[in-house]
């Protein structure tokens, strides 16, 4: 099996809904995203994905966040608290959508905490 990855980053600011704590009020973050995907074949250049596709998808999502508050931001939608575990979920969605080999995301607040999301099967 083989495994590849990519890391691209953001910005944005956020605040959590239905949550007590300093959380809850506007602050804003420089998220780093890694994403995952893996099979067990590889193309006629011996690779299994080209990097350049994994970033172009990663990038594409993380356009239509960078450098905006995301609780008004029309992807994530009205009244939805977009904690990193929501944003963790919404990139692996649109990265499957792109690249079905994708089965893994991890989204960083800061450098030494994160959130994954991952389908089981």
Same mark, same amino acid.
């Given at each position: =099996? ?11 600011? @956020?605040?959590? !809904? /239905?949550? &007590? ?32 596709? =994994? ?11 960078? @450098?905006?508050? !995301? /609780?008004? &931001? ?48």
């Amino acid at each position: =099996m083989f495994e590849v990855q990519v890391e691209r980053t953001f910005s944005a600011a @956020h605040h959590l !809904l /239905n949550y &007590n704590g300093k959380c809850e009020r506007p602050h804003g973050h420089n998220w780093v995203v890694r994403a995952w995907a893996r099979g067990d074949r590889l193309d006629e250049a011996n690779m299994f994905i080209d990097y350049g596709i =994994m970033k172009r998808e990663l990038d594409n999502i993380l356009a239509q966040l960078d @450098h905006t508050d !995301l /609780n008004e &931001n029309p992807l994530i939608g009205q009244g939805i608290s977009p904690s990193s575990e929501f944003l963790a979920r919404l990139i692996y969605q649109h990265m499957k959508a792109a690249i079905p080999e994708v089965y893994k995301v991890c989204i960083f607040e800061t450098p030494i905490q994160c959130a994954y999301y991952y389908e089981t099967e």
